[in-house]
């Protein structure tokens, strides 16, 4: 099994195709990854359940992040029952399900935020570089142009060129053989299948309304940059009031210049001067 692609390498095309990996490739690759993971033990690189200890202890990740995640997670699922099997009702009205749909938006964008910290601490333990290690042992030994050249020499050929557009396409081909990797994995997700049902979503993952105009969780009408809109296509603020492109407040007020008072002069009074006496 192999899947191909072309990489735009300066101005030219390379063909490259990856294959699956044999069974000698793998043996290989995984012990590539266990001496990796035992030079990260020796190199003081903490494990998961030490990663957990720590986060713990220095209040980064404790039984609380635990609980609240475990509520989102049951959460999403409880929804997404509902808004595909219903209540008990025999019918409810679209506007129901489109709400819990978005709901479920939400609800994943917070899981998604409550986890980042923990993920990307969990990204430098020895288990997941030494996956990481394996993975890119496979790339380097499963890559090829399309002539049958191999595109790397081993596995430290392939790491001082790890950054370039055949290496991140290559991978991505091997992740998506052996991993399934799915590329459009937000269109899978149950809220989203829900409403490109309904047709309330757009090619870009986007919501829109029945005019296919796009809108925002609430059903108010945006344009592509997520500002607010009038059904002219005008910028407004969130309560409707007329804004120019750039986000200022457009004056509606009809003020009335006040003329300012003309300054009088005064006249001049001439000194009088005491009379002269006599001596």
Avoid at 45 to 62: H, M, N, P, V, Y
Avoid at 69 to 94: C, R, S, V, W
Avoid at 269 to 278: G, N, Q, S
């Amino acid at each position: 099994m192999k899947k191909e692609t072309k990489v735009q390498v300066g101005d030219k095309q390379v063909g490259i195709y990856v294959t699956s990996p044999n069974g000698n490739v793998v043996g290989r690759a995984d012990r590539y990854k266990a001496k990796i993971f035992t030079e990260c033990i020796e190199d003081g690189i903490k494990t998961k359940d030490e990663l957990s200890s720590f986060l713990s202890d220095r209040g980064i990740w404790t039984k609380n992040h635990d609980k609240k995640q475990a509520e989102i997670t049951q959460k999403l699922l409880d929804l997404e029952k509902e808004i595909y099997l219903g209540t008990g009702k025999k019918k409810l009205p679209l506007s129901d399900g489109v709400k819990k749909a978005i709901e479920m938006r939400s609800l994943r964008i917070e899981l998604q935020q409550l986890m980042v910290k923990r993920i990307e601490m969990e990204q430098n333990t020895a288990e997941s570089l030494a996956d990481n290690a394996r993975f890119d042992f496979l790339v380097a030994n499963c890559t090829f142009y399309e002539n049958g050249e191999r595109v790397y020499n081993g596995i430290d050929d392939f790491s001082s060129k790890s950054a370039d557009d055949i290496a991140f396409s290559a991978g991505s081909l091997l992740a998506e053989m052996i991993h399934g990797y799915d590329s459009s994995i937000e269109d899978s997700l149950p809220e989203n299948k829900f409403l490109k049902h309904f047709d309330l979503l757009n090619e870009d993952g986007s919501l829109v309304d029945e005019k296919k105009e796009l809108v925002d969780t609430e059903g108010r009408r945006i344009n592509e940059f997520g500002h607010y809109i009038d059904e002219k296509g005008n910028r407004i603020d969130i309560e409707g009031n007329p804004m120019d492109k750039d986000g200022n407040y457009i004056i509606q007020v009809d003020y009335e210049k006040v003329k300012k008072p003309t300054a009088t002069k005064k006249r001049a009074t001439k000194k009088r001067t005491a009379p002269a006496t006599k001596g």
